[in-house]
Structures are given as C-alpha cells and as structure tokens.
C-alpha cells in the first residue's frame, strides 16, 4: 500500500464529506460538527506551512479537555507537525524538563495556565514561541517556529512532501513513577492500527456517544475511544476534570454510550451516594485499562447492567494491547483478555528471557503496528526497552490454557518476603473485598527478618471504621501468610499520577521515617 494511506489528517475530511453535519465534539455544551472540524483544522494546518513550519516540528500544549485542542490535533495531522501534550498537574520544574526535551517550535497555553507556563518557560535558556488555542489565538496568527532546524534532527524534512506513515504525531510522556519521563514517539502508523485493532473489539459506531474524561496529555485521551469515534462518525463529550457526580448526571442527560476510565474513576463512581439510583440506561458498555480491576468493583458495574470490559494497554505500545470483549467479561472477571487483532504477544522468563510456551507467568512482550517509534532523542532508553523485535513491557502476567491473560502486576513492584514473590495487586484485590475498605495500596518495604514485607495504605470507607487487627486476619483468610501485610496504615487518599496510577514510590517513601530505628513487627506467617 503507497506510503501516506495510514495518516490521520484525512480521517476529518473523510467525516466531513460524509456526515458534514453530524456533531462531532460536544465541549461543555458547545458543539462542532464534523464539517466545522476538518474546516478549521485544515485552515490552521495551511496556516502552520505558510509560518514556515515543517514535517517533524514539534507543537508544543498545556490545555485542558477542549475542541480546540481537537482542532490542532488535526491540523497537526495535516501538516505532518507533532502534538506534544503537556500536563497541567506537572510542577514549573517537570514542565520546563520536559519542554527541553521536546524542543518545540511553538508553545500553546490555554489562558487557565499561562502562570504555570512563564515558571516553566522562564527556566529554559531560550525563548519559544507562544501563542493561546481557539479561533482567537494560533487559529489568528501562528508565530514563526522557534529557532533553526538542524539537519541532524529526525524526523525533520524541510519542504512540502506529502505527510507518510512513519513520521511521528504524538510525543507523549510517560508518568516517570520510578524515572525521569521520556517522549514516547506514536506515528500515524501507530495511531491508525491501535485504532483500528480496538474497533475489532470495542467498536464505535455513528450512532454511539462518547464521553471522554481522561487527560489529553494521556494517550488514553487520544487513541481510546476518542479518536476512533472521529474516525467512525461518532460525538464525543468532552470533560475537563472528573467528577463522579457530574459524570452520573451528563451519562443521563447526553445519553451516554460508552466512555473510558482507570479503576479509580470507576471506584469513585460506585462509591459516590447517587450511583444506585442514577440512570445509566444509554451506558450499554465502558473500558477500563491503567491498572488491574478488582473483581469486586467489575461485578458492581456489571450489576447495573453496564459491560465494563476491562484492557491492558501501555503508551510504548499506542496503546492497545489486551482486551476482554464484552461477552466474555462476566465469566472472566478480572482477566485482561487476549490481544487486541494485529497486536502480537509473548510471555518470556523475566530473569533468563526465554520465551514461555502454554500457561506460563513471566513478562509480557508486545510487537505489532502500533509499536511505538521509540523515545524522542533518546536511542539508549529505546534499546534497553527492547528486546530484538519485542517491546518489552515490564509487566508480569498469567496466560491460561486457554490463551487469556491476567496482569499481576508491575515487576518493579513486586517484593520479596522471605524468598516469595509477592504482587501488591494481589493483596489489594483481596483487601478491597472487605467492605471498611474504600481503596488500597500495598508497597514492599524493607524488612529485617524477611528481607521485604507488605504495607498497606487503605482509605477507610464512608461510615465504617478500618481495624488494622481485622483487615489483617481478613487478608490471612484468604491469603498465605507471606503475603499478608506486616502494617496498616489508614490514609485520607492515596497518591495518584495523572493518569490515576498509585505513587507507591511515594508511599514508600512514607513509610521510612516511620520505621526508623523502630523494631520490626513479626512476620504474619512464623513459619516458612
């Protein structure tokens, strides 16, 4: 197939001429048909070339939610520029990091961020262009790109070449739990077949409507379900922020359909005091991906006849990977499925590299399509991350007779007890079935008998009061005793990168200045 077939830039030409008036995005009550769209992203993207702007030039945001952003996605798209979305939730400090890294040509700031920006901006050596987002600022006047372009700097062509395949669209970064967050480079490419793979699976129609909540600084905020309902014809609401009760009352008051979320937001949901009585009639399926789902929380939704089909996907990766179709997820409830169409998996020994055949456990490893690029300007972190054709995730995961795969957890977060490995997802999953129990994490920590033993930070449910002595035979219920926590520690909430993933690194760190010089508690399981 000739080069350049992949690209996103047509998808907004293909709606409009198709469904011209079709609403495409509906932003707090404002809506854009799909006609509008690809109108003003083709006029920002013509715009863009005639500032100078080249292939490969990096395009810089701090924004929320918004369809403003959607049009310079896609203008972005037509102009074979690259988005790099920033989060507004980063200190001056990581931003000015991170925009270092990307080395952008111009900077977007939406107004609600314009002092986080100058602390960021202010940081750097150099000036970068700036300029606001919507009809009335870059869609006005796009400012010269910043600087000169060295040759040496992929992907960057100068000139008025078609846009291909393989030239980058999105640099996004990753959350930088245990490191510094690096630019994970998705091309059209990638984009195109992650999307694609997800429509054989969990499909959007033009009939469906969309509610995004997740950050468009995440790749979920992109290349789950939203983009794909640009593709197909569908509108999209989008949201700023997530709040549990707004979210109950736009499901019933736009007819939702089906929308994406990390466990947590689904946690908060079922949790918030108007959830047995809202109207999720419109809501026929949702996906969840970021984290492992606790069995418990899916059998809440699937009670409210809500298929909450739970994937697996990671930004390397586009970020598609695994997923649970809709009539499998209630007799496999906590599984994550198998790969997506056009995604490849393996299972390999995390110590030796060997790959498993059959049900094994070991680390995941991806290839496919939607593999991202690499790192931007990073070639050392892009080889330690693979191993020859395979991505390697980090995760360990279970695979089944039967070819299903269930997450255990990250193998940076499991900890040794005594010889034993120990998942925290695990005991979380065991612990969050006691009804005192809001939410949890379990992080290893050091040990003088055993090396490493658990603690867990557990949010106390409304109303109940959480005993440490309780929840700790609860848990020895139900597990061996290596993996019962050695502590409980009752916390008002648990800390969250922006995609909604817990610290633990955070919470580790919580726990060294309480065991200082303090004697160690006995291991809940003397004998080993």
């Known amino acids: 197939m000739p080069d350049g077939r992949h690209t996103l830039g047509r998808w907004t030409a293909d709606r409009a001429r198709a469904t011209p008036e079709r609403i495409a995005i509906d932003d707090r009550g404002v809506v854009l048909s799909y006609r509008e769209l690809d109108a003003r992203a083709s006029r ?35 102009a074979g520029l690259v988005l790099v979305p920033l989060s507004w939730r980063l ?12 080395d952008p040509s111009v900077l977007i700031v939406e107004s609600e961020f314009e002092t986080l920006a100058r602390a960021a901006t202010g940081r750097l050596p150099g000036r970068i262009p700036q300029a606001a987002p919507g009809a009335h600022g870059v869609e006005a006047r796009v400012p010269p790109p910043a600087g000169i372009r060295p040759a040496t700097l992929s992907p960057v062509v100068v000139g008025r070449r078609e846009v291909a395949d393989d030239d980058a669209l999105l640099i996004i970064f990753t959350s930088g ?38 950050p468009q600084y995440h790749v979920g905020g992109w290349n789950i379900q939203p983009l794909l309902a ?12 997530f ?37 999720l009639s419109s809501l026929t399926h949702a996906i969840c991906g970021g984290a492992p789902m606790p069995p418990a929380l899916l059998r809440t939704w699937h009670a ?39 995604v490849d998996v393996a299972v390999a020994d995390p110590v030796t590299g060997e790959y498993l055949d059959g049900p094994a ?34 995760d360990l995961v279970r695979r089944d007779a039967e070819g299903y795969f269930t997450i255990v957890d990250r193998l940076k977060d499991l900890y040794i007890s005594g010889g034993e490995g120990v998942a925290p997802a ?102 080993r």
């Open 361 to 394: 456990a070991g680390e995941l490893l991806v290839r496919g399509p939607g593999v991202f690029a690499g790192y931007f300007r990073d070639p050392a972190a892009t080889d330690a991350v693979f191993a020859g054709e395979w991505l390697r995730t980090g």
């Open 304 to 342: 409210r006849g809500v298929a909450l089909a739970q994937g697996y996907g990671l930004t390397e990766a586009s970020p598609n990977v695994l997923c649970l179709p809709d009539e499998d997820a209630r007799a496999r409830v906590g599984s994550a499925g198998k790969p997506y169409p056009h």
């Open 177 to 214: 739990t245990t490191a510094n967050p690096k630019g994970a480079v998705l091309t059209h490419a990638n984009c195109f077949w992650t999307n694609l793979s997800f429509s054989r699976i969990a499909g959007i129609g033009a009939e469906d409507v969309v509610l995004a909540v997740m």
């Open 91 to 102: 200190s001056p400090r990581e931003l000015a990091w991170q925009l270092e890294v990307a």
């Open 230 to 241: 640009w593709w197909t014809g569908a509108t999209v609401v989008l949201e700023r922020t």
């Open 426 to 527: 695990e005991v979380e999953a065991v612990l969050m079935g006691h009804p005192a129990v809001a939410d949890v994490a379990v992080v290893g920590v050091p040990d003088d008998r055993w090396g490493e033993a658990g603690a867990a930070f557990v949010v106390p449910a409304d109303g109940r009061i959480a005993d440490e002595a309780e929840l700790t035979a609860f848990a020895r219920e139900q597990l061996a005793g290596f993996k019962v926590p050695r502590e409980v520690h009752l916390v008002d909430e648990l800390p969250r990168s922006s995609a909604g993933k817990v610290l633990r690194r955070v919470l580790a760190l919580r726990i060294a200045p309480m065991d200082a010089g303090a004697p160690r508690h006995p291991h809940p399981e003397e004998a």
């Open 44 to 78: 920002l993207a013509a715009s863009f070339r005639d500032a100078g702007y080249a292939i490969g030039d990096r395009v810089a945001t701090i924004t929320g939610n918004s369809a403003d952003h959607v049009v310079l996605f896609f203008a972005c798209a037509k």
């Open 243 to 279: 709040e549990p009760g707004r979210v109950l009352h736009l499901i019933a008051e736009r007819r939702i359909t089906t929308m994406m979320g990390v466990p947590a937001n689904y946690l908060f949901l079922a949790r918030h005091p108007g959830f047995a009585d809202a109207d």
